[in-house]
């Protein structure tokens, strides 16, 4: 059974720095695709970075230059590293996953799509 339990999220002032940890468990093969998912108060969730089976990286465009995503393979932990971040940033972060590879763009675009997904930790912006 795939477990995707995220942590690291909190509250941080307009311009810092915080970075959101996925811990995974579970995968029967190591060929997947995973990513990071938001949803901000009152709004629909927004597809922010998907990491692809090979390596590739799709960003949403608001956050790009800003955020990172990356994987620790030997661990099993993605992670989402997140700079200059600004209030409208403020959301629950979701981590998401699912086996195979090669539609990371398409999944950024579709992500409820995702067939794996954490509880989510709350990401706090404040002015």
């Known amino acids: 059974q795939v477990k995707l339990m995220e942590s690291g999220g909190g509250s941080v002032q307009a311009g810092g720095s915080l970075t959101l940890s996925c811990a995974a468990s579970?995968?029967?093969?190591?060929?997947?695709?995973m990513g990071w998912v938001r949803q901000a108060p009152g709004k629909k969730r927004e597809g922010v970075a998907v990491?692809?089976?090979?390596?590739?990286?799709f960003y949403a465009e608001s956050v790009k230059e800003r955020f990172t995503i990356s994987k620790d393979k030997a661990k099993n932990i993605l992670y989402l590293q997140m700079s200059s971040l600004k209030p409208e940033d403020t959301a629950v972060y979701y981590c998401?996953?699912?086996?195979?590879?090669?539609?990371?763009?398409?999944?950024?675009?579709?992500?409820?799509?995702?067939?794996?997904w954490g509880q989510g930790t709350q990401v706090t912006v404040s002015s």
């Open positions: 998401t996953a699912e086996y195979g590879g090669g539609l990371g763009r398409w999944h950024l675009l579709n992500h409820e799509e995702f067939d794996y």
């Open positions: 990491l692809d089976s090979d390596g590739s990286t």
């Open positions: 579970g995968f029967v093969h190591s060929k997947t695709m």
